[in-house]
Nanobody
Framework: QVQLVESGGGLVQAGGSLRLSCAAS????????MGWFRQAPGKEREFVAT????????YVADSVKGRFTVSRDNAKNTVYLQMNGLKSEDTAVYSC?????????????????WGQGTQVTVSS
């Protein structure tokens, strides 16, 4: 099975940028559709972005459209979430997830493998 480790989170001022990385080990990343989700304190887990196994299909949630971009480098077994124009409401723990044998999905229950998450805090 695949193991996922996120990195790149931190504290940033509103309007700033961060790039999150999700490194996979144990299995080749090209076998999985990938997703990014976030969860703020007291709130439900929220879909952020997803990309297909090849990276040919990718889309983000309406709440981050025009600011966030998802991409992947299967040769490096890594998925990225580029976040620009960060807002205070983007503050959350961001987690990547892998889905075996299926297309992209915005539903967290479709993903069977999860990383531990990385904290993103945006100060206003």
């Amino acid at each position: 099975q695949v193991q996922l480790v996120e990195s790149g989170g931190g504290l940033v001022q509103a309007g700033g940028s961060l790039r999150l990385s999700c490194a996979a080990s144990g299995r080749t990343l090209s076998s999985y559709a990938m997703g990014w989700f976030r969860q703020a304190p007291g709130k439900e887990r929220e879909f952020v972005a997803t990309t297909s196994r090849s990276g040919g299909i990718a889309y983000v949630a309406d709440s981050v459209k025009g600011r966030f971009t998802v991409s992947r480098d299967n040769a490096k077994n890594t998925v990225y979430l580029q976040m620009n124009g960060l807002k205070s409401e983007d503050t959350a723990v961001y987690s990547c997830a892998a889905r075996a044998g299926g297309p992209t999905s915005k539903f967290h229950w479709d993903y069977g493998y999860w990383g531990q998450g990385t904290q993103v805090t945006v100060s206003s």
